[in-house]
């Protein structure tokens, strides 16, 4: 018996991802193909391989080591002219499903002084001193303009 899960038309099955990440390889046709280990299943397959669809579907839940899904293959020739294609949700993990933000534990506080030193600090002292500059480049850029104007009306030829 393959150690490799045969999807079944119409049947789910429901794996638990070992790793973060799949193998990349080629299948015999030229494509990518992915395979995903699993822990093992009473039937004794232990992985399973994915197309670029099935692979694009199970990253784009943010599945990851010891998460659960459940996937299907659907096949109907009523739905999508008959090509079979993959259902994939997450079976035990709703927060990650949902997108839902985990509550964290408050912080210890020697944790919260830690973090302190990293917090932006207000210069008002170092605020002050660029609108200041700021202020003084700007009369500079006004007397230049207005040089510049005055320049251009004496050099205004008569015809």
Do not use: C
């Amino acid at each position: 018996m393959s150690d490799y899960i045969k999807f079944v038309d119409n049947k789910s099955e429901t794996v638990t991802l070992l790793f973060d990440e799949p193998l990349e390889g080629t299948n015999q046709f030229g494509k990518k193909q992915y395979t995903y280990g699993i822990k093992e299943l009473i039937s004794g397959e232990e992985k399973f391989s994915a197309t670029e669809k099935l692979h694009e579907k199970i990253q784009g839940l943010g599945a990851s080591k010891g998460d659960t899904l459940t996937i299907e293959k659907v096949k109907d020739a009523d739905i999508n002219k008959g090509f079979a294609f993959f259902k994939v949700e997450m079976a035990d993990n709703p927060a990650k499903k949902d997108s839902a933000p985990t509550q964290s534990k408050p912080l210890h506080d020697s944790v919260k002084k830690f973090e302190k030193q990293f917090e932006p600090k207000e210069d008002k002292m170092a605020m002050h001193e660029l609108s200041m500059r700021i202020e003084k480049l700007e009369k500079i850029v006004a007397a230049l303009w207005e040089k510049s104007q005055n320049e251009k009306k004496g050099d205004d030829l008569p015809f």
